[in-house]
């Protein structure tokens, strides 16, 4: 049962699981949100107001509010990548905020004094120089300084706000649980825009529900976080966030979005509907799915290639997932009519897609991108390598094969290294019993001899923070090579869809539409 009182009950239909929904009222509604009142009901109290059709949170801002809005006017749950959006807010106010969207949101951001504090910091009148770098935001630490706090709630805020205009179409937000440091004030700058899902994937979301429920009452809350070589002796870690240390004006009451796990694994599905406070439903991916993978759960086996093998180890129990009782949608080469069809049968509420709607036309992947990858759709040459080295994670990470990016060997060897955003630092304990932050695709010097990583974990690390804002038009300039940084672009395997989308798409149109895309998988 959810937070909003609904109850799934599991039936058998031959070998087919189907669901029934019962909606009622409970006490644990009152308990768990004191804004509740009577009639109010969540997105997913029946199966016909859960939407069907999940868009994928991709990359650095390649799922931006254009692409969500969109989605979302049309019914479906568009959903918003939460991946360092304080840094791709900056970025874009020091482009000169091109058609004024980010001093829009800022306009309507509940903290006036915090949002003035942004401009001021970050605004740049007709955008800065080509050719001079931007300015950098700092990077998270376990104690964030107050300004970065500010920057991140608000840049939440302000690309959910954006995905929500001018419509009552449901909108999510997805954060990776590897990038843990910042969850907390991205959640609830989030909230504050009133974001219908929080999604979550990469790792084990445990703690995030009852966060959410606590920041729904702006309560003080905290998150675990790993820290590397941390002992049973050592005092446990957490990052803390009051959302009263923000000034400068009263925030609104707020409501308590859905959450949705991201999941690879049964296991780890019944171990959170365990939960006191478990997830509102699961999106179930296969390791087809684009970007981070989970790690396949037998031996490390490779290809001739170097990607990772996974077998029948690495197949959802759909039938152990419905009898769950909670809703859950199904990611991984299902975006297609077909798809969308089969993963009914198999008792899912609908599908999470992604690859389909990078490529069309509201998505935020730069333009020569999308025609260069699109065109190798065309002519059968679109390659897509799951690499196990390539994110600092250590998760499989698939990675497009296009000219002029991080994906050919002497781009990759040419850029020099250096780790300037940190998104995907993890921390560590040092011998002294501080806490350190180190990332295996920051210099060597810097990651072993400096901060004690092992030598061997930098070999082919990429530093993806740098490449997919790159990716999504927004690439730091470097002056010391005179360039900008290289993109790297990941997506699923399953092309089918953006196949079909195009030879659809009418002369003098360079690509298909959000809409297109749900009305290709819709069957209408």
């Not at 740049?124 to 120089?129: F, I, N, Q």
């Not at 297609?336 to 089969?342: R, V, Y």
């Not at 994906?407 to 300037?420: A, G, T, W």
Request: aromatic share 6%; proline share 8%; hydrophobic share 40%.
């Amino acid at each position: 049962m959810g937070a909003w009182g609904v109850t799934i009950v599991t039936e058998s239909a031959g070998n087919l699981p189907s669901t029934r929904l019962v909606t009622h009222i409970t006490e644990r509604n009152r308990r768990l949100d004191p804004l509740w009142l009577p009639g109010r009901r969540s997105i997913m109290t029946s199966r016909i107001d859960r939407p069907s059709i999940i868009q994928g949170g991709m990359g650095v801002a390649i799922s931006g509010w254009p692409l969500a809005n969109a989605v979302a006017r049309r019914g479906e749950l568009g959903v918003v990548s939460g991946t360092i959006l304080e840094v791709v807010m900056a970025r874009r106010l020091q482009l000169g905020d091109p058609g004024g969207h980010m001093r829009r949101a800022l306009d309507h951001f509940p903290l006036p004094a915090v949002a003035e504090r942004i401009l001021d910091a970050y605004f740049v009148p007709g955008g800065k120089d080509r050719d001079k770098p931007f300015k950098n935001v700092r990077t998270f630490t376990v104690e964030p300084d107050l300004a970065l706090q500010e920057l991140t709630v608000a840049a939440n805020f302000a690309e959910v706000f954006l995905a929500k205009e001018g419509h009552a179409g449901p909108v999510g937000i997805n954060y990776l649980r590897k990038i843990e440091l910042p969850i907390p004030f991205s959640a609830y700058g989030a909230m504050l825009a009133g974001v219908d899902y929080i999604i979550v994937g990469a790792g084990n979301p445990k703690d995030v529900p009852g966060m959410i429920t606590r920041l729904s009452r702006h309560e003080p809350v905290t998150l675990p976080l790993r820290v590397q070589g941390l002992t049973a002796n050592d005092e446990a870690v957490e990052v803390r966030f009051r959302p009263a240390d923000l000034n400068g004006g009263s925030p609104p009451s707020l409501g308590r979005p859905d959450f949705l796990a991201i999941v690879a694994s049964v296991d780890l599905a019944e171990g959170l509907a365990a939960l006191p406070e478990p997830p509102d439903g699961f999106v179930v991916e296969a390791p087809s799915a684009g970007g981070h993978n989970a790690p396949p759960r037998g031996p490390r086996v490779t290809d001739q290639l170097g990607q990772p093998v996974y077998d029948a180890r690495d197949e959802v129990d759909l039938m152990r997932m419905a009898e769950i009782g909670l809703p859950f949608w199904l990611a991984g080469s299902f975006g297609t009519p077909a798809g969308l069809e089969d993963a009914r049968k198999r008792g899912a509420a609908g599908i999470q897609m992604g690859t389909a709607f990078a490529f069309c036309e509201e998505s935020g992947l730069t333009p020569d991108l999308k025609a260069k990858i699109v065109a190798q759709v065309a002519d059968g040459t679109v390659e897509v390598r799951s690499d196990w080295r390539a994110s600092p994670t250590g998760f499989p990470f698939r990675i497009v094969q296009v000219q002029g990016t991080i994906s050919e060997e002497d781009v990759f060897l040419n850029r020099r290294r250096v780790c300037d955003l940190g998104a995907l630092r993890v921390p560590y304990m040092t011998d002294n019993r501080l806490i350190g932050y180190r990332c295996p695709a920051e210099p060597l010097k810097a990651y072993s001899l400096v901060k004690g990583g092992r030598a061997e974990n930098i070999e082919g690390r990429a530093c993806l923070c740098n490449g997919l804002l790159a990716t999504a038009g927004l690439p730091q300039y470097r002056v010391a090579a005179g360039a900008e940084e290289p993109p790297i672009v990941t997506a699923g395997s399953d092309f089918a869809g953006v196949r079909e989308l195009m030879s659809r798409v009418s002369t003098g149109t360079a690509f298909y539409s959000a809409s297109d895309v749900i009305d290709y998988v819709s069957g209408t």
